[in-house]
């Protein structure tokens, strides 16, 4: 089954509930940077950012950053990837929290850990708005604390093609908690 957060942006109720709920947390951590994970981690990342008073910090594919980066590799389930960081983005001691949409594996969150730290950056948590139960991609975070707004259920009797009473051509949908998911 495919997780999507993509519904969750179309109701801008349910999407500035959810960004509260992350200022909520952070804004009294002392947090000065917050890391977004490409590219879903730049929907949150820079609200939350903005909100609790710290820098938001986009960390990329290659090459997709001008100017001078340090990259981290890591594996994934169908590969390998790699993220970057721009030289000078963060200092050292900063406190910083690491934001993305899903967790599945916890590969690319323990990269973006990873990442920060070698530049010197106190990782706090890692934040995502879903979180899959049948992984367990928190024994692969370097030890760091992940929050996960959402676990889907497994649900097996899903409704009628549609979103909000909105026909979807072809994709059979399920309503999991506050986060639709698409199933293909």
Do not use: W
Request: glycine letters at 10%; proline letters at 4%; charged letters at 20%.
């Amino acid at each position: 089954m495919f997780q999507d957060i993509t519904t969750l942006l179309l109701d801008h109720k349910a999407f500035k509930y959810t960004v509260d709920i992350f200022v909520d947390r952070y804004r009294e951590m002392g947090i000065s940077v917050v890391a977004g994970v490409e590219a879903r981690g730049f929907m949150f990342g820079p609200s939350i950012a903005l909100a609790i008073g710290a820098k938001f910090v986009p960390l990329r594919k290659p090459r997709k950053l001008p100017g001078e980066v340090i990259s981290e590799a890591y594996v994934l389930e169908y590969g390998t990837d790699c993220l970057e960081i721009h030289v000078g983005a963060v200092q050292p001691g900063e406190r910083a929290i690491v934001i993305d949409d899903l967790v599945a594996t916890g590969g690319t969150l323990s990269a973006a850990i990873r990442l920060l730290e070698r530049v010197g950056a106190q990782v706090v948590e890692c934040a995502c708005v879903v979180g899959l139960r049948d992984v367990k991609g928190q024994h692969r975070l370097n030890g760091k604390p992940l929050y996960i707004l959402v676990e889907p259920r497994q649900q097996t009797n899903c409704s009628a093609p549609s979103v909000n009473g909105v026909a979807v051509n072809g994709v059979e949908t399920c309503r999991h908690d506050d986060v639709y998911v698409s199933t293909t």
